[in-house]
């Protein structure tokens, strides 16, 4: 486990995954490293993979918040909003003050277009817990959704200020860049994050994109090779 969590701050998804897998295979029941393979699962954009592991998890600890907040995650990305739903009422009442939960009812709220609600729930994650990515971003895709990318980009930027070194920012600021018709200062954001973090793939798909978005194809699929 004490590998697998070494990998995954280096951002060695597959090396992580193969230690947490492992740390199964010795212990099914092991809490946290379903819960670890969940959320990598989630990153890496295979939401059906992370269900399962979410769903053990619970099975294996019941009262554990964070497998729930995986559970609720997993459920969320796969679109089930009733089932995510019941979770996300069983935290907000056994774990009311934890930013994560708050963030996860914005998420549910967001996804029912009910953005007054999302946006105070995303408000009060960041009450609890300062800097939260999780609160950031969902603030940020509203931002977007309202056509208010330099709202996005002026929260963003006094956070990057904080934490200049914050991968999962700079790929949010980017975006709300790109949104405002920047692009020169969403790519320079994209790659202060893969510099930073050369394992971090979220930021050579963002480079990727956007130089399609330019027509600029080569360098597109160059991005696309790195990762």
């Known amino acids: 486990y004490a590998l697998g969590v070494v990998h995954d701050r280096r951002r060695d998804v597959a090396e992580a995954a193969k230690s947490y897998n492992e740390v199964l295979r010795l212990n099914p029941r ?3 490293a379903q819960v670890a393979l969940s959320r990598l699962s989630l990153a890496s954009g295979a939401g059906t993979a992370a269900l399962p592991y979410a769903e053990d998890a619970n099975l294996a600890a019941p009262t554990n918040v964070a497998a729930r907040v995986a559970l609720a995650k997993s459920l969320l990305a796969a679109g089930d909003l009733a089932r995510a739903e019941t979770e996300i ?3 907000l009442k056994g774990a009311p003050n934890t930013s994560a939960t708050h963030a996860l009812n914005g998420s549910l709220q967001a996804a029912r277009n009910d953005v007054v609600a999302a946006r105070h729930s995303f408000e009060r994650a960041l009450q609890l817990m300062p800097g939260s ?3 950031l971003t969902g ?7 309202a056509k208010a990318p330099a709202q996005a980009v002026a929260r963003l930027e006094s956070e990057i200020a904080k934490r200049p070194n914050e991968a999962a920012l700079l790929v949010l600021v ?3 860049h790109s949104a405002a018709g920047s692009q020169a200062q969403a790519e320079q954001a994209l790659r202060r994050a893969v510099s930073v973090h050369p394992g971090f793939t979220a930021g050579y798909a ?10 600029r194809l080569e360098d597109a699929r160059l991005e696309f090779e790195r990762i």
Not at 139 to 145: A, C, E, M, V
Not at 206 to 215: E, P, R, S
């Open 30 to 32: 092991a809490t946290a």
């Open 174 to 176: 980017a975006e709300a």
């Open 89 to 91: 009422n069983v935290l």
């Open 206 to 215: 963002g480079l990727a994109q956007l130089f399609m978005k330019q027509g």
């Open 133 to 135: 990515v999780d609160a």
């Open 139 to 145: 603030l940020t895709l509203l931002d977007l959704r």
